[in-house]
């Protein structure tokens, strides 16, 4: 399937070749590159395609379903509200436009759209108690939607059963809670075609340390600071550390961009391979007084992309990137940007591994569809952290329950980090305007809480097979499973 697109992708890259003004080829790839998640190049091309083609409502609702993925929830509404009256027997931009006015708080206006789908799905028979169930999860009487999907014997989809397992969560069934995770995931897995190469990625990912020793980072080249732009600051975590909660928190301080997660880094590992050769054996030879201004180029090809994205407009000192894979190959980036401020967010791993198996999360090469393999790349990762740490690559540790104690305290050591003083409204990051495009979105505008600390426990048995695994990160974060 995925073959396929790639296919569809390069017709499309042909024909504008010779014809940079179809329309149609635009729009299409637009499609196919939000499919796979290239959001901000997708949204270029359906742009694009709207330019030449005019107010074509299969585009809009096309743009406004990659805007939602984004985050830029404004601009994706009115998009989706259009495309919505002119395909009125199109169900699916009227579940986006839902869901956009549920972002923006609009609540009311978001089940008057969603009573008109659901009369019309009725009609022709379709099942949309997932969109529902979405819509009941972040309401105030999200216990109705539980009901709901609790009238069914299986969900229809196995997204709809992760909705079901995290309103059971919410009503403390956690027994149901992890019955629906676990089945919910097998069931996304199968449906989309997804997999963890286990041993494939626990061998690259000892490549890696293999290479990058503290011998070998001592003798390689760094790329000097471009002063003239903004620079990045990598905000590294496992997904479901906290990661959106400390951009939100590092975002609200008026010279820190966001950028959230950023598809830099995998790209610049194909561009350091295609300039070195290989990947990561190649880059021995920047040693070589011929081959030390590849850094720079590492550098600038980095830069280029960002500019493309708009984070090196003038008005900011600093931009996010979050991107979980950046964890992996930090020693790439900090050949490219030794000066750069790098932020491990750190969390109890039992908390973050319930938190996993409660949402559909493609990062981690697709480790997050089953509690031992989330497990097994948790350690992994954790792993590769404490080699570059070794290999002297310095990093600041940000503790998600250590911020939830004394949040003015934390915020003073980050901030400080970053060289900075702290901005007023980080202290009400929760009113950042900014709605950020991952599952933290609802979470991130509540005014901090700590009823996420410690959710582990409800699971304690349910988690004691990954214990084991997961041991090495619970020692390196202070972390107990006695409590």
């Known amino acids: 399937m995925q073959g396929r697109s790639r296919e569809a992708e390069d017709v499309c890259r042909e024909v504008l070749s010779l014809d940079p003004g179809n329309g149609i080829a635009h729009g299409m790839l637009g499609m196919r590159l939000s499919e796979r998640e290239s959001l901000v190049a997708g949204a270029w091309h359906l742009r694009r395609a709207i330019e030449i083609e005019g107010r074509h409502p299969e585009l809009f609702a096309a743009l406004g379903h990659n805007l939602i993925r984004q985050g830029q ?74 009901e709901a999907l609790d009238r069914l014997a299986t969900p229809t989809q196995g997204a709809t059963q992760l909705t079901r397992g995290r309103l ?20 996304v897995a199968e449906e989309n075609k997804l997999s963890y190469d286990r041993a494939g990625v626990a061998g690259h990912l000892k490549k890696l340390q293999g290479f990058f020793t503290a011998e070998r980072m001592a003798g390689l080249p760094r790329a000097t600071v471009r002063g003239d732009v903004p620079q990045p600051i990598f905000v590294l975590g496992f997904p479901r550390s906290g990661t959106t909660m400390t951009e939100q928190l590092l975002t609200s301080h008026p010279a820190i961009r966001a950028g959230d997660e950023l598809p830099f880094t995998g790209e610049l590992v194909e561009f350091a391979a295609g300039q070195t050769g290989r990947f990561p054996d190649g880059l021995a030879s920047l040693a070589g007084a011929d081959r030390r201004h590849l850094v720079t180029l590492f550098r ?8 493309q994205y708009g984070l090196l407009a003038p008005g900011a000192q600093w931009f996010t990137d979050k991107m979980p894979l950046n964890d992996i190959y930090l020693p790439l980036l900090h050949l490219a940007f ?16 319930v938190s996993v198996m409660g949402h559909n999360l493609t990062h981690g090469f697709n480790c997050g569809f089953d509690p031992g393999t989330a497990a097994a790349h948790l350690a992994l990762v954790s792993d590769a952290m404490q080699a570059w740490r070794v290999a002297g690559i310095p990093f600041h540790d940000f ?10 305290g934390e915020t003073q050591r980050l901030m400080a980090y970053i060289g900075v003083e702290v901005d007023p409204a980080q202290h009400r990051f929760h009113e950042n305007k900014r709605l950020a495009p991952t599952p933290s979105y609802g979470q991130v505008r509540q005014p901090l809480y700590d009823k996420s600390i410690g959710r582990w426990c409800n699971y304690r048995e349910m988690l004691a097979p990954v214990v084991p695994t997961v041991a090495d990160a619970l020692r390196r974060g202070g972390y107990s499973v006695m409590e």
């Open 73 to 146: 929830v404004d601009e994706a509404e009115p998009l989706l509200r259009e495309a919505s009256a002119a395909m009125p027997e199109a169900l699916l931009p009227r579940a986006h436009h839902a869901v956009a006015l549920e972002r923006l708080g609009r609540r009311d206006e978001a089940w008057a759209v969603f009573a008109t789908l659901k009369a019309d799905a009725a009609r022709t028979r379709q099942d949309v108690t997932g969109q529902e169930a979405l819509l009941w999860e972040g309401s105030p009487n999200w216990r109705d939607g539980l």
């Open 168 to 187: 059971r969560d919410k009503a403390g069934n956690y027994a149901g809670a992890w019955a629906d995770f676990v089945e919910g995931k097998r069931r």
């Open 300 to 307: 600038d090809f980095y830069l280029a992309r960002a500019e």
């Open 338 to 353: 030794p000066q750069a401020k790098v932020i491990l967010v750190r969390r109890h791993p039992l908390d973050i591994l």
């Open 399 to 408: 503790s998600y329950e250590a911020f939830v104690r004394d949040q003015e």
